[in-house]
């Protein structure tokens, strides 16, 4: 989006992969193309640090000395409950059951590090091929609309911490086998009555899950078990699904869908293509295969600015221009084939990518320098001796910078002084 950076610390980012009224979360890649997600809150740093479970997105990195400051997590591949359950339905038997257990170890981890999730919900919660993942703790939540989890403690004002958190335990279950949110409701003034007033059916719970859920979902935030009486002993998995895919991913999935022709095209436009430069200045694709591109969401046309004009539709202020550019430095970094062609030294590439990319390889310009040098000092030194006939004058001429050359050189016998009779 306009005003999103380009770029925090060592990450380079892609793409938004949520954003909320606490902050936005990135799809972010390092030099080496590793994938991960940075959260950039708005308002205060949450408080988090490095905690690792199974179960839990782990945050690899909080910086808050700069502007933003923000919080590096492993990126945890996979929909979330709540996407889920909208694709195929709500959990049932055994597979709720370690759907519910996996959150749970997750809480009780946190919560022996002294820390809270604090905005527990089915968006919280990612079935990766790892299993379930909870991601983003430290951020308090908010009541609006239908989508509160919040324990009855913190709608009055009072902070929630680990009982608020086995609170939306109960209710994430609730909603894992049904689909539908325990609490919802059409004005805040009713999901805030419900809350504190009503409580869910449960019936729609395996029975050994019911009682825990129960307790977990009391009014009274003493009377909720701790997050590690939770878990419950199951063999049971719960099915990953798949993931928003890479970035990388992506650009591969298209090349290698197009013709050894094209390959090479794309190749030259990626490494040659600089912002600014005319579109003649790189290399030319056919339009299906420019189409496709524009569409994956790897090149975009800029938008050029335009007087002012009143249309139909509203007032025109810009245009789509005719170039072409990346549309993120991510993908020089997330796509490993382009990695490996701005790898070779190639001296006439004026790519800014290639300057993003710490070069692996010295240039072979720099190399032949010194050798170059030394051919050019010689040339002169043979050019003056030629002209002045005298290669040890030329040599004093030319002085420490030849020195080196002088024992290459023929020096001619003196002659004899002239006798005198």
Sequence with gaps: MPGDPERLGGYWLAGRLGAGRHGVVYDAYDDEGRR????????????????????LASVLEVRSGGTPAYVVSEFASGPSLREAISLHGPYAGEELVALATAVASALACLHGAGLAHGDLRPGKVLLTGDGPKVI????????????????????????????????????????????????RGGSMGEVMHRLLSCDPDLTALPPRLRDRVARALSKDPSSRPPASALPLPTSARVPSLPGPPALGEVAEELYASLTAVERDRLRDLLVELAPGAPPAAAP????????????SGLLVRPSVAVPPARTDAGTLVAVTGDRLVPATAALFHAW?????????????????????????????????????????????????????????????????????????LPVPAPEPPPSRR
């Design 284 to 295: 030319s694709l056919d339009e299906p295969v420019l189409s496709r591109l524009l569409e």
């Design 336 to 408: 490993p084939r382009l990695r490996g062609w701005l790898d070779r030294p190639r001296e006439e590439t004026r790519s800014w990518a290639l300057a993003c990319l710490p070069s692996s390889r010295p240039r072979r310009l720099g190399l032949l320098s010194p050798a170059l040098a030394l051919v050019a000092a010689v040339a002169l030194a043979v050019s003056v001796a030629t002209v002045v006939k005298d290669a040890r004058r030329t040599l004093e001429w030319l002085g420490d910078a030849t020195s080196g050359v002088a024992p290459l």
């Design 136 to 183: 983003c703790p430290g951020v308090p939540g908010s009541i609006g609309g239908t989508r509160t989890y919040l324990a009855p403690e913190v709608v009055t004002g009072q902070p929630g911490g680990a009982a608020g958190d086995v609170f939306a335990w109960g209710a994430l279950v609730l909603f894992a086998a049904t689909g539908d949110d325990p609490f």
């Design 36 to 55: 991960f997600a940075v959260r950039v809150p708005r308002g205060p740093l949450p408080r988090v640090r490095p905690v690792t479970h199974p179960h």
